[in-house]
């Protein structure tokens, strides 16, 4: 499996029902849980977005500003269906934010595509209107399909990430060692609890290692050092990063 669509796939035909993204908010007591297949479903309407409202192809670059959230591999997973380059460049060809980011990035509105989330329970939209030119997630992302194919689609040879490609983020031997380490944390099946970013590159193999593993990601926004320890126990986490 050298792309993330061939993995994602793979884990769809083995286990859809089964956890891949628990997510906590310490802060509100949110508590989301995306099955495989519910992931899936968010990835294509995401990767529709993308494609449909942006205009965005293969080879385009992404810059996925948010915190550590359930939206974070949504958009990741989004981002490597196109075909697109996750980035950290301050000149992306489009960008995803969370409320924090909307005074950076909403000035770019008017050249680049800007798609602002909520963060706000079930995905919903903002409660106040957004500047102009600027795309709610919580708005856009309802109408498109909860299936999408890529017309064209990436090979293990384009790039994932700044630094890796789809082969070198989800091959057999991890080319890096941020991920390497979390892989050695990570038995195949296992749950990771992290409190990472999965859109910032330090914690980007919180995410695509479990997905690659045929595991799952318990994701802690907010964390509460008194509460993690009980999070891992009540969600049979395996490892921590």
């Not at 915190?67 to 974070?72: I, K, N, T, V």
Request: net charge negative.
């Amino acid at each position: 499996m050298t792309t993330f669509a061939e993995v994602l796939s793979a884990q769809l035909r083995r286990d859809p029902g089964r956890p891949l993204v628990t997510f906590y908010d310490h802060a509100t007591d949110e508590r989301v849980e995306l099955s495989v297949t519910t992931y899936a479903n968010w990835v294509a309407k995401a990767a529709g977005l993308l494609v449909e409202e942006c205009d965005l192809e293969r080879g385009a670059t992404l810059r996925i500003d948010l915190p550590p959230h359930w939206l974070s591999p949504v958009f990741l997973g989004a981002a490597w269906t196109v075909g697109l380059r996750v980035t950290t460049s301050d000149a992306p060809d489009a960008v995803v934010c969370g409320p924090d980011g909307l005074e950076r990035w909403s000035s770019l509105a008017g050249s680049v595509p800007v798609l602002a989330c909520s963060l706000r329970p079930l995905g919903v939209r903002f409660a106040e209107p957004l500047p102009s030119g600027v795309l709610d997630v919580g708005v856009e992302i309802w109408s498109q399909p909860d299936r999408f194919t890529a017309w064209d689609p990436p090979s293990g040879s384009d790039p994932a990430t700044d630094a890796l490609t789809h082969d070198e983020v989800f091959g057999a031997s991890p080319a890096d060692e941020l991920t390497a380490a979390v892989g050695r944390s990570l038995t195949d099946g296992g749950r990771l609890l992290s409190v990472a970013d999965p859109a910032s590159p330090p914690g980007t193999a919180t995410f695509t290692e479990p997905l690659r593993r045929g595991g799952s990601l318990v994701l802690v926004r907010n964390p509460d050092p008194g509460r993690l320890d009980a999070v891992f126990d009540a969600e049979r986490a395996t490892a921590r990063s």
